[in-house]
């Protein structure tokens, strides 16, 4: 990148690693610099939470309204109802309206932490749903006003959309007019919010340019897109993707403990680049850091996992997380905050099978993954090897807590309730 900017934005965002591509670097930079611009990133309730492949843009957002400017949350209240085609294989399942707010009421939680909503102030974030505008709209009308402004041929040319094609796969009517939805959202934005800056990741541009154009068409505005890029790790897996399954933002639906965990297993060709994004470490640090070799690394990946939890989860839970941890790795012990499997007095009967409660605890996918691990000799019982995967657990061995463990890194606590 060699465009050196005026504003402190978009100098954080290419310092700091943050930025694939903008449709016009000066023009934004002058925007930027002239006064506060207002921008937003579109979320999709498809879930109740989001993950840590969504993180990178929540902190494109906070440093937006650290350097000065007016950030909005756009929740996709009526987009859900579509689902967004881009780069998939398949359609999105379509959720009813009810599963959609009760997604959006839980996923407000998380931004809370990152973001000030105060409607006082000029930089205060909004969070909007675009059901608001999209659930009224006359579909007549929608195609006489908006849907002439698109070519079919162009959007055929979009990569999200060709990819599916490419393949042969279906693409339904419905998810080909998410583009359109897409770029109305940027259009009502703007002409509601003076909204001048859309967000999102590298697989968005087709959807961004299409609001920029329609928004300068109807409106005659000057707006702008930017995109980051979709990070992958060192090893070459997609960001925010364990064995265990997607690394949720919300506690209850992955602990901060387990969330602490997976920056702290941060391969050690990450670790610089991800203070940088998920940080707010200065660059030099995170690259003193990032530079660690050797023993000295495992530090920089602890302060990495301590400050993006911090962030997520508040520092309480942070320290605690690494309390748990040196408990668990330095002293061999159970920790207080481990991941806990409960069982019934029925659940357990006259017994359960190890391989059981490795798979129900989380450290195994299946009972043949587990019973691999065993064989491999990856599976610890209170810090002993565990060689028998016919081992059956019963109220006895459960009078105290046990703990299993996957590997030197990954633990759980079984225990009976009551």
């Given at each position: ?144 006003d908006i849907g002439r402004h698109f070519s079919v041929n162009r959007m055929l040319s979009f990569e999200s959309v060709k990819s599916r094609l490419d393949r042969e796969q279906s693409l339904s ?246």
């Amino acid at each position: 990148m060699t465009y050196h900017p005026k504003s402190d934005f978009l100098r954080v965002m290419i310092e700091r690693g943050f930025l694939a591509d903008c449709t016009d670097y000066q023009g934004l930079d002058e925007a930027l610099s002239e006064g506060v611009v207002t921008a937003y990133i579109g979320y999709d309730a498809t879930a109740k939470s989001l993950h840590v492949g969504h993180l990178l843009n929540i902190m494109m957002l906070r440093w937006l309204q650290k350097t000065g400017h007016r950030p909005i949350t756009l929740m996709g209240g009526g987009t859900t109802k579509v689902g967004d085609p881009s780069f998939r294989s398949d359609e999105r399942p379509l959720l009813s309206a009810a599963d959609i707010d009760a997604n959006i009421a839980s996923m407000k939680l998380v931004f809370d932490k990152y973001l000030s909503y105060d409607d006082s102030a000029p930089t205060g974030a909004l969070m909007l749903n675009n059901a608001e505008w999209l659930d009224g709209l006359n579909y007549l009308e929608f195609l006489r006003d908006i849907g002439r402004h698109f070519s079919v041929n162009r959007m055929l040319s979009f990569e999200s959309v060709k990819s599916r094609l490419d393949r042969e796969q279906s693409l339904s009517f419905l998810e080909f007019n998410y583009m359109i939805l897409q770029a109305y959202d940027f259009l009502e934005l703007n002409r509601r919010y003076g909204c001048r800056l859309q967000m999102g990741g590298s697989d968005q541009w087709g959807n961004i340019v299409n609001g920029i154009d329609l928004t300068r068409r109807i409106l005659d505005a000057e707006v702008f897109g930017l995109t980051s890029p979709l990070l992958t790790t060192s090893d070459g897996r997609k960001m925010g993707k364990s064995q265990g399954g997607a690394i949720w933002l919300n506690a209850e639906m992955l602990s901060p403990y387990e969330f602490w965990q997976f920056w702290r297993n941060t391969t050690d060709a990450d670790v610089g680049r991800f203070l940088k994004l998920y940080t707010e470490l200065p660059v030099e640090e995170c690259e003193r850091l990032g530079a660690l070799e050797g023993s000295e690394i495992n530090d920089a990946k602890i302060r990495l996992a301590n400050e993006v939890t911090t962030l997520c989860h508040g520092a309480d839970a942070a320290a605690a997380a690494e309390a748990t941890a040196r408990e668990v790795f330095e002293k061999g012990g159970a920790g207080d905050d481990l991941p806990t499997l409960d069982l019934s007095a029925a659940e357990l009967g006259e017994g359960i099978s190890v391989v059981q409660l490795i798979t129900r605890s989380g450290l195994a996918k299946s009972g043949k993954e587990a019973k691999r691990l065993i064989a491999e000799g990856g599976a610890r019982l209170n810090d002993e090897p565990l060689t028998d995967a016919g081992l059956m657990v019963d109220a006895d061995m459960l009078a105290d807590p046990i703990k299993l463990s996957a590997g030197k890194k990954r633990h759980a606590l079984v225990r009976m309730q009551g």
